[in-house]
């Protein structure tokens, strides 16, 4: 039998990779109107991420962050934490600014982004408004900085400062949107389930921020034939009324892909608990308890999971802005274990699928 070695687009050699250490983070730069040939900041969007200017660092804001490969239930684990005394889930936060801002896409809550009351106050508090931020400019920002393919800039100490000044920007511009959603939420913790693995690493070097992450999985074959499926999304939450699609070979590369990062960057010390969405189903009290130990020290509350009943939970107040369609869903939620995969994948690319991830699947439980 031939060696096959994947290498996913993107990815870095182990040695290396695993190697590299997080850059002390520069002091915050003031957020000037233009940076990099090519990579202009609006003054608007400059003015509204301005410092306060009265000298006073607050103290960091926390980020349970929900790190991993989409389709894994991270959606769901995300309504889970948000019922934490003390945490409030803002669902995928990194597409705030496309689904919400620009697009006026369903908060959870129901209303469209801009009659949503909790995102008004967060985005006043923020930024004086939501009218005062340029969301083209600030989505270049993000597919300048925010991308698999950037994380080898983050790591480097030796960043070039035109990348560093756009990562800086990035980073005011995140600090004041938690910061905002803790106070208005009245959270200690805000829950992120973004899942991208560059936007795990750009906050494990923001001073501002207390980083805490939940590595979530599903067995690869599990995910990869979700994506194959056609799933209807809810009016109102999206422009093409179903979720994308994507073939069995480039799912199994970026589940390889996605887990390899999440787990260095969990060896360069950032607090974190791994997370299987089958155990959290069959045992939500005993998998959600390690994830409550990760931030007991902020909010005090050692057993947060009074709103579990056996295997159901009340799903209410959600501000979810993106995510899964079970986040536009109220009242009870029945846990029920998702494995009709193992009926109905077909065989060809669940084979495929087995083959490219072996053995990361393998050093994860999943045989």
């Not at 998702?338 to 991830?357: C, H, I, N, Q, S």
């Amino acid at each position: 039998m031939a060696l096959i070695i994947i290498r996913p687009v993107g990815w870095l050699p182990a040695g290396p990779f695993a190697n590299a250490e997080l850059p002390r983070p520069a002091p915050r730069l003031p957020l000037t109107s233009t940076g990099a040939r090519g990579s202009r900041m609006t003054d608007q969007t400059a003015e509204a991420t301005q410092g306060t200017g009265n000298g006073v660092t607050p103290d960091p804001v926390t980020v349970l962050y929900v790190c991993g490969m989409p389709r894994s239930g991270s959606t769901l684990l995300d309504l889970m934490l948000g019922q934490f005394v003390g945490h409030c889930d803002v669902g995928e936060l990194f597409y705030l600014w496309q689904s919400g801002v620009e697009r006026n896409f369903r908060c959870a809550c129901g209303e469209h982004f801009d009659a949503c009351p909790f995102w008004g106050e967060v985005g006043r508090r923020a930024y004086g408004g939501w009218s005062q931020i340029d969301v083209a400019d600030v989505r270049a920002l993000q597919r300048r900085v925010d991308a698999t393919a950037k994380i080898p800039l983050i790591v480097n100490p030796g960043m070039s400062a035109a990348f560093r000044r756009d990562l800086d920007r990035y980073t005011e511009l995140l600090t004041r949107l938690y910061r905002a959603v803790g106070e208005v939420s009245g959270a200690r913790v805000v829950v992120d389930s973004t899942k991208r693995p560059s936007l795990a690493y750009i906050l494990a070097r923001t001073p501002q921020v207390d980083l805490r992450l939940v590595h979530v999985l599903r067995d690869p074959r599990g995910v990869a034939y979700s994506w194959s499926q056609v799933v209807e999304l809810p009016e109102g939450t999206s422009t093409k009324g179903r979720m994308n699609q994507r073939s069995a070979r480039l799912t199994a590369r970026r589940w390889v892909t996605v887990n390899a990062m999440v787990a260095a960057l969990g060896r360069r010390g950032v607090p974190r608990v791994t997370v299987r969405y089958e155990d959290l189903v069959r045992d939500p009290r005993g998998e959600l308890g390690r994830i409550a130990a990760l931030t007991a020290d902020v909010t005090g509350v050692v057993d947060p999971l009074e709103f579990l009943r056996d295997n159901e939970f009340e799903q209410a107040g959600s501000h979810a802005v993106a995510g899964g369609r079970i986040r536009m869903r109220s009242g009870p939620i029945t846990l029920a274990l998702d494995e009709k995969w193992r009926r109905e994948y077909a065989p060809g690319p669940r084979r495929l699928v087995g083959a490219m991830t072996w053995p990361m699947r393998r050093r994860y439980g999943y045989r």
